[in-house]
């Protein structure tokens, strides 16, 4: 069972939640999911990890970042005009808020005693190492598919996104030209060696992390996988490389059904969870 809530930014805009295992609160095992970079939380998988999950006794929390582009109760990106104003430090800032507000008791009183763990897939999981590293109450973060850095554009596309003030991507789903203003590209060339760098995040994490990659991502190369790993506490870090599938692990949306890769993914993230938040 789900239910949902609206949180409203300081600059008034809206964050779309859905809690999903509402009576699993007391247990004091939170567990937040991420969306990627031209995702959202109802895509695909979403809703299937959330019963997932809160069947298993954890109280997880999805929620769609305020500029993602989907507003409200839909699964289109029907504000374009907003995906074009997002960026990664408004993202991770969003997430911060999202963990605050779950502190502060907006979806149901807390325990005297709660752990959070972070789920993030793709730029998610990027977003999520960021917020997760600095953040006292997060007490673990596993990535799906997680980018390495943000900075994933070639010279001349960021030479021609300066001379044009905004850089155009296609929605492969929906065909859609989406733009994304010159403010996303200075985010990441100001504060991506320092705020915004996830390998450094990872190197001083010291919380546990598990990284999940499938071999045949060809939207974020593996590659990045073995950098996150390299560059983490292997103490307290597992990384699964799954041979044979991609950036979303062969699962679409609309969603259809689970499959064998996909539930082992499921099954060694719980593994993760109930160590390290149950």
Excluded at 9 to 18: A, P
Excluded at 123 to 134: E, K, M, Y
Aim: proline share 3%.
């Amino acid at each position: 069972m789900s239910k949902n809530y609206s949180l409203q930014t300081v600059d008034k805009e809206n964050i779309d939640v859905t809690v999903y295992g509402e009576k699993n609160l007391p247990n004091g095992k939170i567990i937040v999911f991420v969306h990627g970079f031209k995702g959202f939380k109802d895509w695909g998988f979403g809703p299937y990890l959330g019963e997932f999950f809160s069947n298993k006794g954890f109280f997880v929390l999805t929620f769609n970042f305020s500029l993602n582009g989907v507003p409200a109760g839909s699964q289109n990106f029907e504000e374009p005009e907003k995906f074009a104003q997002n960026s990664i430090s408004r993202e991770v800032k969003e997430l911060i808020f999202v963990i605050d507000s779950l502190k502060s008791g907006k979806f149901g009183t807390l325990p005297g005693s709660y752990r959070i763990g972070l789920l993030g897939h793709s730029r998610g999981g990027g977003v999520s190492i960021l917020a997760g590293s600095g953040c006292e109450h997060v007490s673990a973060v596993a990535t799906w598919s997680a980018v390495s850095t943000f900075d994933r554009y070639s010279e001349r596309q960021k030479l021609q996104w300066h001379e044009n003030g905004y850089f155009e991507v296609q929605n492969a789903r929906t065909g859609q030209i989406m733009r994304m203003n010159i403010e996303y590209l200075k985010d990441i060339e100001e504060n991506g060696s320092d705020a915004l760098n996830v390998l450094k995040a990872v190197e001083k994490m010291g919380k546990p992390l598990l990284l999940v990659h499938g071999e045949q991502d060809l939207a974020v190369p593996v590659k990045e996988a073995d950098l996150l790993y390299e560059k983490s506490n292997k103490r307290s870090s597992e990384l699964l490389i799954l041979p044979a599938t991609g950036h979303t692990f062969d699962i679409k949306h609309p969603f259809e059904s689970s499959n064998k890769k996909f539930d082992k993914i499921l099954e060694k993230t719980l593994k993760f969870f109930e160590k390290n938040i149950g």
